[in-house]
């Protein structure tokens, strides 16, 4: 089930107003099941200088603010305590001490959820507020190879310097491993403006999706237009792939999801293209495939931003109308002649890679 209930995608005019107040790390190592590595948690907030903080809000900017931002909800029945600790700590105002509890819950819990197969790294921990209302932003950062995390440890404290921000977060060729930031839009606890972005993987990916937003943050994606489209086009072309061996009902499914997508038509209705478009033979299995995928039969606003590149196709129109269409750059793949068009591969997956 996803709420939806005054949920918001964050704005430019947000981000670009975000007061960054007090930023912690903590050095969350994979959970191998041997117990070795250990979590490493900080007790002070790191002391950043104002340089830093300027750059370190640049950087959330433009990434909570990409193409791979995602508007997010919180799931209505989470196993993750993420959910309730965000909506606990933002409900009144801050205190190091809270934050810091606050702060170490979180890197405990994604050293619970964080196995073998998931990149280590540090958890950052940011204290934010916008308009005056109170928010936070979470950073998980892959630790790089070689990379030098001084910490202080002195008087029962143990704090990262803020060398850590130039180490892994500040340095140009660096992208923000994962992020997402939460602000309180009211005292409910659906009332929040959330935003999710991860560089490394396809947020419609559910597999990838299920590591952290779902498993961790306790999220699911907010619907949007560019989310539900790339969903359904992805979903589709795995079952194309992966469920339908017979090559004439791959070609129909393929130009005819292409077609759809790349129409002037505003919309999309699942269930009317599954009656349209999809060989009779198949069409329970189709149908079942994007139910499993959450993929809703109903209608959606159509977005393509997010697949334009693998829409794009080379298309060759015979003289009787019969169409032939090789990706994007692979032209060669194509032998026009004066009398024929030959097309020199043989039939594998329906796909654009």
């Known amino acids: 089930m996803i709420w939806t209930l005054e949920t918001e995608l ?18 969350v190592p994979n959970q191998r099941g041997d117990g070795g590595a250990q979590v490493v948690l900080a007790t002070d907030p790191t002391e950043i200088d104002a340089n830093r903080r300027r750059l370190l809000h640049e950087k959330l900017t433009r990434t909570l603010d990409s193409r791979f931002a995602y508007g997010m909800v919180f799931q209505s029945q989470p196993s993750s305590i993420v959910p309730g600790q965000i909506r606990s700590y933002t409900s009144g105002g ?13 890197a405990l819990h994604l050293f619970e959820v964080q196995t073998a197969a998931v990149s280590a790294g540090l958890l950052c921990v940011i204290d934010i507020v916008v308009g005056g209302r109170h928010g936070v932003v979470l950073m998980k950062l892959e630790r790089e190879a070689g990379a030098e995390l001084k910490m202080k440890q002195a008087q029962g404290k143990t704090q990262f310097e803020m060398s850590v921000l130039d180490s892994l977060v500040l340095t140009g060729n660096t992208r923000l491993y994962k992020a997402a930031a939460f602000l309180r839009s009211g005292p409910g606890d659906e009332e929040f403006e959330m935003v999710a972005c991860d560089n490394q993987h396809s947020t419609t990916d559910t597999k990838e999706m299920a590591r ?43 130009e005819s999801l292409h077609s759809e997508l790349r129409s002037a038509k505003p919309t999309v209705v699942p ?20 139910e499993e995928r959450n993929v809703s039969m109903n209608g959606f606003e159509k977005d393509n931003q997010d697949i334009n590149g693998p829409l794009r196709r080379l298309t060759y129109v015979s003289k009787a109308g019969v169409r032939v269409t090789a990706p994007e750059g692979r032209g060669e793949l194509i032998q026009v002649n004066p009398e024929q068009i030959i097309v020199n591969d043989r039939l594998g997956k329906l796909g654009n890679t």
């Open 94 to 106: 801050y205190v190091e001490a809270k934050f810091i509890n606050f702060s170490q819950a979180l």
């Open 212 to 254: 952290f937003w779902r498993k961790y943050l306790g999220c699911d994606l907010e619907e949007a237009a560019r989310v539900t489209t790339s969903k359904f086009f992805k979903a589709a072309m795995d079952f194309i792939n992966e469920r339908v061996d017979n090559p004439e009902f791959k070609t129909v499914m393929y």
């Open 10 to 27: 964050l704005t430019n005019a947000q981000l670009a107003t975000m007061v960054l107040r007090h930023v912690v790390f903590h050095d």
């Open 271 to 290: 269930r009317t293209f599954i009656t349209d478009y999809v060989p009779e033979e198949v069409r329970p299995q189709f149908r079942a495939f994007l």
